[in-house]
C-alpha cells in the first residue's frame, strides 16, 4: 500500500496569510503598492491598518494553508 506523504499548503498562500494567535487570519491591503501619489493621506492610512479574512473565506484560506 502506497503513502500518501505529507499534504502539502500552497506556497502562495503561505507567503500572504499569517494565522494570530486569536484564530484569525490576517492578509494584506489591496491598493497601497503603488501610484500613491493620487491618493489622500487619510485613504493611505486606513490602509495601513491590518486586515483580515472574512469569515466567508476563512475555511478556504486554512485548507489552502493546510490546517483543514
Same mark, same amino acid.
Given at each position: 500500500?502506497?503513502?500518501k506523504g505529507k499534504m502539502k499548503s500552497? @506556497?502562495?498562500?503561505?507567503? +500572504?496569510?499569517?494565522?494570530k494567535k486569536s484564530g484569525k487570519i490576517k492578509r494584506g491591503s489591496?491598493?497601497?503598492s503603488h501610484i500613491l501619489t493620487?491618493?489622500?493621506?487619510? @485613504?493611505?492610512?486606513?490602509? +495601513?491598518?491590518?486586515k483580515y479574512v472574512d469569515q466567508t473565506n476563512v475555511l478556504s484560506v486554512k485548507v489552502m494553508?493546510?490546517?483543514k
Amino acid at each position: 500500500m502506497a503513502s500518501k506523504g505529507k499534504m502539502k499548503s500552497v @506556497r502562495g498562500a503561505v507567503k +500572504r496569510f499569517k494565522v494570530k494567535k486569536s484564530g484569525k487570519i490576517k492578509r494584506g491591503s489591496a491598493f497601497r503598492s503603488h501610484i500613491l501619489t493620487k491618493k489622500s493621506p487619510k @485613504r493611505k492610512r486606513r490602509l +495601513r491598518s491590518p486586515k483580515y479574512v472574512d469569515q466567508t473565506n476563512v475555511l478556504s484560506v486554512k485548507v489552502m494553508l493546510g490546517l483543514k
